[in-house]
């Protein structure tokens, strides 16, 4: 029997990408999931859930939701992200409200909505997923490095209010990911950088990665797994870094 058989974990942004490959992942290996998304997948992993994830109400009713359905939960995977490419003085104030509020609020509404039953668990897990922007910057992300640094932050907080009560908190912490997230922002990477589009991938993306690839979303998620699981019980207060050398320089 797999390791996480009888648990119940709620992801955040399932319907793609990073949170599509945890879902699946967790279910895999015997967890039931409470898939949360703006626009969920009725055919992917778990079992979804509608949420406009800016809204605190909503983050809230995704907690409910899975203790109503599953009767616990054991492992909270906050992974919804959004991006904005844009030189500071030209960043919209919505853009940066919206990103706040996904990348930041949201992780923080779901985690004191999910203690009580964390603390039941007696093993809870809040796993973030954070991005290496947690750890270092690149320009024209005001927002997104802002709010990631942040993240970092309320995952260290909640390493010390959780370890008496047996909850981890960690922050998986990749570089750049094969995902819908990052095609997207090629264009505006093109457009502030000055380059080509052709370009971007490259000079832009893979530029801070020592190994010039991409990471898989699979790869995320068995270090997801692994957190989830038993052996991860040591893990916590930590930014698991996952970024081709990227933060070696």
């Given at each position: 029997m797999s390791d996480l058989a009888g648990q119940v974990a709620l992801v955040t942004g399932a319907a793609s990408g990073i949170g599509r490959a945890v879902a699946a992942r967790l279910q895999d290996g015997g967890m039931d999931v409470l898939s949360v998304d703006l626009l969920p997948d009725p055919d992917g992993p778990g079992v979804p859930f509608e949420a406009d994830l800016t809204s605190p109400e909503a983050n809230a009713a995704a907690v409910t939701t899975a203790l109503e359905r599953f009767g616990r939960l054991d492992v909270v995977v906050p992974n919804a992200g959004i991006q904005h490419v844009s030189p500071i003085e030209s960043f919209a104030q919505e853009r940066?409200?919206?990103?706040?509020?996904?990348?930041?609020t949201s992780p923080f509404v779901l985690a004191r909505e999910a203690w009580p039953a964390l603390r039941e668990s007696g093993a809870g897990r809040f796993i973030a997923i954070a991005s290496v922007h947690g750890l270092v910057a690149s320009p024209y992300k005001a927002a997104y490095?802002?709010?990631k640094h942040g993240l970092m932050g309320l995952v260290k907080t909640l390493t010390l209010e959780g370890a008496p009560d047996g909850i981890t908190a960690n922050a998986v912490c990749p570089g750049y990911v094969r995902t819908p997230l990052v095609e997207?922002?090629?264009?505006?990477q093109a457009e502030a950088h000055g380059l080509p589009e052709e370009r971007v991938l490259e000079d832009v993306i893979l530029a801070p990665h020592v190994a010039k690839k991409l990471i898989e979303p699979q790869q995320v998620a068995e270090v997801v797994a692994f957190l989830a699981g038993p052996h991860g019980a040591p893990f916590t207060g930590a930014p698991i870094t996952m970024d081709y050398g990227w933060t070696s320089r």
């Open positions: 940066w409200d919206t990103i706040i509020a996904v990348l930041l490095v802002s709010a997207k922002q090629i264009a505006a």
